[in-house]
Each structure stands twice: as C-alpha cells, then as structure tokens.
C-alpha cells in the first residue's frame, strides 16, 4: 500500500489543500484574507501551514502591491495539485479497501 503524503496529511494543510484544489482553477490565485476567511484559520496558524506547503513545492506565495497596501496571493502548483489528487485517490483507496 502506498504511504499517505505527510506533507498534506497534517489536519490544517489537508483543509487548505482541498480548498484550494476546488477553489482555483489553473494559475488562478486567492489573497491570503480571502483563503483565512474560507478555512476561519488564525493568520499566524495559515501562514505556519502555507510556509510547509510551499517548501513542498505544492503552493506559491507571491507578495504584491495593490496601489500602496500589500497584498499576500496563494496558488496551487501544478505539483501541488498533482499531489493533492494522489493523496486523494490514494486515501480512497484505503477507504475503499477497509470494507
């Protein structure tokens, strides 16, 4: 049996993972307050579990400006999505071989 991604097995980045796989379509993106206001996460708690997320590869961060007012925007990668379908099939997998 495959082993489940550690990286998105994690409670919180499974949550933020599943959001941002239904949420955006490819190369879309999400400003970090919409993303926090989705999963009702604390700032510090979302950006703790997107710091683990990107150094994975799954997600990208990239800081802008919106006239003077900084402005955080999340995407998922094509790797992160790609793992995130794996985690998923690989889970119902197990779920499906427990009956």
Known sequence: MTDLDPVIHTPARLRIMTTLDEALEDGDEIAFPALQKMLAMTSGNLT?????????????IAKTFAGKKPV????????????????????????????
């Open 48 to 60: 703790s579990h997107l710091a683990k997320l990107e150094d994975a590869g799954y997600v990208a």
């Open 72 to 99: 955080t925007l999340i995407s998922l990668t094509p790797a992160g999505r790609g793992a995130f379908r794996a985690y998923r099939t690989t889970l119902l997998d197990i779920l499906g071989g427990s009956r």
